[in-house]
């Protein structure tokens, strides 16, 4: 059987893609110079939380996810982040290829939380790597790719807050069951808010605010009274 090996030398922001991406780039090497005609390669992308430190402002954030600082000898365990599949295309010996990982901001999702959570430094990430290779001098052979195939790869913040505010300028996202949109709309609605962070706003200041009037407003801009 043919050895393979992975490492992934860096990662970026998609800036033409629809949605929120992350494209790293994989090295894929075939020892012995073996020829391999193709690879469909399964990549399954964890985070491990437990291999980098957290400033205090990271761990009050992170609470949600491992809970007080004091139990995350315990609760600090792997997060799932992607799992994505790729064709490498036909190479002899080694080939240098991108693995297109596609993203969300949803916030119920424990890797956004987890990610958003942080302010600096890098994401420890392991790779883990299956799949089926198709190799052969001469011929033609199927191979299956060993579970145990794996790269470590740390990626920087940067590289997820560039994706961010690239698709969510200035913005959170949330995702809401539609009764409770509806719920909200009617709120906005019954109070004239101008926008949605006018009603998010009101609701966390516990009062309701006054309802619009323009007759009001008009009267209190002419300084005249009701007859």
């Known amino acids: 059987m043919t050895a393979f090996s992975f ?3 860096g990662v970026r922001a998609d800036q033409y893609a629809a949605g929120p991406t992350l494209v790293f780039r994989l090295r894929v090497t075939a020892a012995d110079n073996a020829r391999v005609h193709a690879l469909a390669l399964r990549c399954q992308i964890r985070i491990e939380p437990a ?3 957290y400033e205090p402002a990271e761990a009050d954030g992170l609470a949600d996810l491992f809970g007080e600082r004091s139990r995350w000898g315990s ?3 792997p997060v799932q982040f992607a799992q994505v599949s790729v064709m490498v295309p036909s190479f002899t010996g080694e080939i240098e290829t991108d693995l297109v990982v596609p993203c969300t901001y949803d916030m119920d999702i424990a890797a956004t939380r987890y990610l958003t959570a942080l302010t600096d ?3 420890p990430l392991l790779m883990l ?3 089926t290779a198709f190799t052969g001098t001469g011929g033609f052979q199927v191979e299956p790719v060993p579970w145990d195939r ?3 790869f740390r990626m920087p913040v940067t590289a997820w807050r560039q994706m961010v505010e690239q698709h969510f300028p200035g913005c959170g996202w949330i995702r809401l069951p539609r009764d409770t949109m509806d ?4 709120y906005r609605s019954r109070h004239a808010l101008p926008s949605w962070e006018a009603t998010v706003a009101a609701l966390l200041e516990g009062a309701d605010p006054p309802v619009h009037d323009p007759l009001r407003a ?3 801009t002419t300084g005249r009274t009701d007859p």
Do not use: I, N
């Open 121 to 123: 430094g890098e994401v």
């Open 150 to 152: 794996e790269a470590a």
């Open 51 to 53: 291999r980098r430190g």
């Open 129 to 131: 790597f299956s799949g």
């Open 75 to 77: 609760t600090l365990q």
């Open 183 to 186: 719920a909200l709309l009617a």
């Open 7 to 9: 490492a992934c030398t």
């Open 218 to 220: 008009l009267t209190a």
